[in-house]
């Protein structure tokens, strides 16, 4: 869902934790096709953007393998380094 508001941050931030968002979403929750998800990578690496934070889901029998192994490969190919989200923070 993506929203929150001052009232979740302060509860976040009280309980040590971290409010973790992202900036890129495949659009896969929202039924859309391998080619629209592809597309989406797409336009964020030739963005030229220094850090993607990418959000999928994995929906039992949707496009989850072929969207994460193109979105893989190609920003692989692009040169960016895939971490945790450990690693972010």
């Known amino acids: 869902f993506g929203s929150y508001n001052h009232l979740v941050r302060q509860v976040v931030f009280q ?27 797409d336009a ?10 990418a959000l999928n889901h994995e929906i039992e029998g949707k496009n989850f393998e072929h969207n994460s192994d193109y979105a893989v490969d190609a920003l692989q190919t692009a040169n960016y380094s895939l971490v945790t989200v450990a690693e972010c923070l």
């Open 15 to 41: 309980q040590n934790k971290s409010l973790v968002l992202w900036d890129l979403d495949s659009r896969d929750s929202l039924n859309a096709t391998v080619e629209e998800s592809k597309g989406i990578y």
């Open 44 to 53: 964020a690496i030739n963005a030229i953007v220094s850090t993607l934070f």
